[in-house]
T-cell receptor, first 115, second 116 residues
Framework: DTEVTQTPKHLVMGMTNKKSLKCEQHMGHRAMYWYKQKAKKPPELMFVYSYEKLSINESVPSRFSPECPNSSLLNLHLHALQPEDSALYLC??????????????FGSGTQLSVL | AQTVTQSQPEMSVQEAETVTLSCTYDTSENNYYLFWYKQPPSRQMILVIR??????QNATENRFSVNFQKAAKSFSLKISDSQLGDTAMYFCAFMKQYTNAGKSTFGDGTTLTVKP
């Protein structure tokens, strides 16, 4: 299995809703990432988990709350989002074995619309 | 800080022809990695090709090859025998050695359309 699986593929939510995005990989990768991507723009790093611990938070608003329950699963909990948070949310992983130049494995993303 | 510049927002090519996407970068680092990622309409970003800065030999992957000019800080992608499935947005990315891959710096992307 060489895939990063993200669910749901599409999500529409109101500004008062609470929802969660899910990301799963079974490649034994120990680093997992959340990115936000606006249309026709490069992905922007939000969070990095390394060995199930949050290692990087790129000053993301607290309405985004990441969680890494185990080495295969990454969640992004959403609450009280704003319309400007509408974007494609990408999950990625890589082995994080200490070697350098490791490529990122991306999921297909969740297209989020906040009304 | 590193910067990555892709000067061609959009390009098109006829099927079976060759196209070159440009990428330049700015860094004071000597050891780093460069990548080309492809993001088709299906949205999943996939690595196309990877180059280690310490290697003089240009990387190749089937129909994809790079022209890496370290002194000029240039890293262009050549796609030979273009296929309709090559239609995608292409991102050039830079990563310092011994840093987290997630901290890669991406260019703004080039949208490539392959026409039948």
């Amino acid at each position: 299995d060489t895939e990063v699986t993200q669910t749901p593929k599409h999500l529409v939510m109101g500004m008062t809703n609470k929802k969660s995005l899910k990301c799963e990989q079974h490649m034994g990768h120990r680093a997992m990432y959340w990115y936000k991507q606006k249309a026709k723009k490069p992905p922007e790093l939000m969070f990095v988990y390394s060995y199930e611990k949050l290692s990087i938070n790129e000053s993301v608003p607290s309405r985004f709350s990441p969680e890494c329950p185990n080495s295969s699963l990454l969640n992004l909990h959403l609450h009280a989002l704003q319309p400007e948070d509408s974007a494609l949310y990408l999950c990625a992983s890589n082995p994080a074995t200490g070697g350098s130049g490791e490529k990122l494995f991306f999921g297909s993303g969740t297209q989020l619309s906040v009304l | 800080a590193q910067t990555v510049t892709q000067s061609q927002p959009e390009m098109s090519v006829q099927e079976a022809e060759t196209v070159t996407l440009s990428c330049t970068y700015d860094t004071s680092e000597n050891n780093y990695y460069l990548f080309w990622y492809k993001q088709p309409p299906s949205r999943q970003m996939i690595l196309v090709i990877r180059q280690e800065a310490y290697k003089q030999q240009n990387a190749t992957e089937n129909r994809f090859s790079v022209n890496f000019q370290k002194a000029a800080k240039s890293f262009s992608l050549k796609i030979s025998d273009s296929q309709l499935g090559d239609t995608a947005m292409y991102f050039c990315a830079f990563m310092k050695q011994y840093t987290n891959a997630g901290k890669s710096t991406f260019g703004d992307g080039t949208t490539l359309t392959v026409k039948p």
